[in-house]
């Protein structure tokens, strides 16, 4: 059963399209905040707007003198595609690690300290990445979640009714168009799936469709694919059999089963290796992270 969020995001989402704008908030994680939102040391949270770049821009430029932020926790409803994709841009060329929210279950709700939610100002509004909060996620070299099913939803970009009355009819056809083909480029350039442009083009504006576990497993979860097979290559250590056990392990300490006696003893071996194998990804990320922010710099 999905958690308390989708039980009220059909009474809220029709409120989303209407209400009032404000841009999203935009700041570094404390070293609280990092316990709850995986580590993500910034937070974007609210409907997305023009501006919110330059908040985004003006932030990681101000406090990266001794270290640069390299990972973001995306809370948002969705709000202005265009600034989106720029915000997108702007995560991918910056290598950025993209993490959404979970559909917690009801006993991590009454039972784990750190929930992300509690960090939010509005977690009822904020607490998912939905519409154009789509297009930040996917630029994230790393996409990741908690261990639970992620809030990730799409639905077709639309013309707000104010543009709609300023066009005729084929001044709107024309606009679709030209929408969907930035759209799918866009989605190209991020490594995303062909697919989704169609799910998201069939789906009505006033309606979301949320992406299954198991699609965000096979198509989104984890480093990029152009990143993964080099990383695997340089730092991956675990067989092939290993690399399922521990998919197999990690499931069944999400759902919270008694381990084996031969569970136990492979968790621990995996364990090890995971953290020698963590050591050389962090290492090889940090030196890819330095040559971006190098270059960037160099631009401005």
Request: aromatic fraction near 8%; proline fraction near 4%; charged fraction near 30%.
């Amino acid at each position: 059963m999905r958690c308390w969020i989708f039980r009220i995001l059909a009474a809220t989402w029709l409120a989303i399209l209407v209400a009032p704008v404000s841009g999203a908030e935009v700041r570094r994680s404390s070293a609280e905040d990092l316990l709850h939102l995986n580590f993500a040391e910034v937070l974007f949270e609210g409907k997305i707007k023009k501006g919110d770049y330059d908040k985004l821009l003006g932030l990681i430029g101000k406090d990266c003198e001794d270290r640069c932020p390299s990972s973001i926790f995306l809370a948002s409803p969705g709000g202005d595609v265009i600034e989106a994709m720029k915000i997108g841009r702007l995560v991918r060329k910056l290598r950025f690690e993209t993490y959404i929210p979970s559909d917690l279950p009801i006993w991590i709700h009454q039972q784990r300290k750190y929930r992300p939610e509690a960090k939010l100002k509005d977690a009822k509004m904020n607490y998912m990445c939905a519409s154009a909060c789509f297009f930040i996620f996917v630029a994230g070299i790393k996409r990741e979640r908690d261990i639970f099913p992620p809030i990730l939803g799409i639905h077709r970009p639309y013309l707000s009714e104010h543009d709609l009355r300023k066009r005729t009819g084929n001044q709107v056809m024309d606009s679709s168009r030209q929408v969907r083909v930035v759209i799918e480029n866009y989605l190209k350039e991020m490594g995303v799936p062909a697919k989704y442009a169609d799910l998201m083009f069939s789906t009505p504006k006033d309606h979301v469709r949320f992406i299954s576990e198991n699609d965000f497993e096979s198509d989104f979860e984890g480093w990029i694919p152009e990143l993964h097979d080099w990383l695997d290559a340089k730092c991956n250590n675990l067989t092939d059999i290993e690399k399922v056990v521990s998919k197999d392990l990690e499931r069944k300490k999400a759902r919270r089963e008694m381990l084996s006696e031969d569970d136990r003893r492979m968790s621990k071996m995996l364990m090890d290796k995971n953290l020698l194998q963590g050591e050389c990804q962090l290492q090889t990320m940090t030196k890819l992270r330095e040559v971006a922010w190098k270059q960037f710099r160099d631009k401005l």
